[in-house]
């Protein structure tokens, strides 16, 4: 059995956008290969569920008792291996790791760089950040990013790196529905799901627009899944004139049987709204509800999501003055639509046949 160490920025396990990837990847790489995984992370937090792979501290990889492993998959997010996007260290490792070992290095680019004013550090350090993703691409085998944006940026930074598309897959499963589990749902059942901080900021925003919500469709019940168990997330909640349930630390099985009873969900991914929509696509928090056939809604109007040239239906929208929203008899085709869309172009199974091709597994 071959063996793969997956670098990731902390302990897999929970609703972690991150973590939900590699988890996905390390199950079915197992599955379909053979293949065992082992993470290592700066971060180790025994409270957080692994299931049953191994996580080792990053620096241990470095000494001669590190433990043997034929391929490497870096999941590159500059933020969330150094707290300035910087991560020197990391950097360092990996030309350690590329020196001793004569296996692949694949790198997912969840992020590249930041951007900011001149009064935020990210832009100061945005020359840093670039030549540090520079450097990582041209150490690997094969790069995956997961939006038209990120692939012709890296291409521009690293001209001769192979580079595949890939969106995010969902972490919180991938289930099978018929026609009839799609359009027998309660219109008026929500859902935010994600991580701590997406959580909150969703909520903020869907308190805000609620008014706003056409009434044939007005959410009854809100459903906010993910993170970790935030006070300022069930304050809101508890002034919020709806019916909710809050699942921080929910299980991705969980999760999944919740996504499949929900019509929409709301999402405040984006921090501006000029940002192309289909940035998305690296949200495993948005592939889930794709997954489960729920329509996804934002707080702004955005951009065409489309690969290929096959559009996603969309993207949906609330804003204070007008909207765009499928209505109860339009919503389970839409839904049907989004979740045939995922499935032709974001199921965790095409990310593990290229994988598997690069690494040369079962072949």
């Not at 991560?87 to 790198?107: A, E, Q, Y």
Request: charged fraction near 20%; glycine fraction near 6%; proline fraction near 7%.
């Amino acid at each position: 059995m071959s063996t793969l160490l997956q670098i990731v920025p902390r302990v897999p396990g929970g609703i972690d956008g991150v973590g939900d990837y590699a988890l996905t990847i390390a199950e079915k790489l197992r599955a379909k290969f053979g293949c065992d995984t082992f993470f290592a992370t700066f971060q180790i937090s025994p409270a957080v569920n692994t299931t049953d792979f191994e996580v080792v501290p990053l620096e241990s990889l470095i000494g001669d008792a590190a433990r043997k492993h034929e391929h490497t998959l870096l999941h590159y997010v500059n933020y969330g291996f150094q707290k300035r996007g910087v991560p020197f260290r990391l950097l360092s490792i990996l030309r350690g790791l590329r020196g001793r070992h004569h296996g692949k290095l694949v790198t997912i680019f969840h992020e590249l760089y930041a951007s900011g004013p001149p009064w935020s550090s990210a832009f100061w350090l945005q020359p840093l950040q670039i030549h540090l993703a520079k450097s990582v691409g041209r150490l690997s085998d094969a790069c995956i990013v997961s939006s038209d944006n990120f692939l012709s940026e890296l291409k521009r930074l690293v001209p001769t790196a192979p580079v595949e598309l890939h969106p995010v897959p969902s972490g919180l499963g991938e289930p099978s529905l018929s026609a009839n589990q799609i359009a027998d749902r309660d219109l008026h059942r929500w859902a935010i799901v994600g991580g701590t901080g997406l959580a909150e900021r969703s909520l903020r925003s869907f308190c805000r627009i609620l008014a706003q919500i056409p009434e044939s469709i007005e959410p009854r019940k809100l459903i906010v899944l993910g993170g970790v168990d935030n006070p300022a997330t069930r304050s809101m909640l508890r002034d919020l004139a709806v019916e909710s349930d809050y699942r921080p630390r929910i299980t991705a099985a969980n999760a999944s049987e919740i996504l499949r009873t929900c019509s929409f969900a709301w999402f405040n991914y984006f921090h501006r709204p000029d940002v192309e929509t289909s940035v998305i696509l690296k949200s495993s928090a948005f592939a889930a509800v794709c997954a489960h056939a729920v329509v996804p809604v934002f707080p702004h109007r955005g951009s065409a999501v489309s690969l290929d040239g096959d559009r996603l239906p969309g993207p949906f929208f609330i804003e204070a003055d007008c909207c765009e929203i499928p209505d109860a008899p339009a919503r389970p085709q839409i839904a049907a639509d989004i979740y045939a869309w995922y499935q032709r172009h974001a199921s965790s199974n095409h990310l593990i046949q290229g994988i598997a091709k690069t690494l040369r597994l079962g072949a």
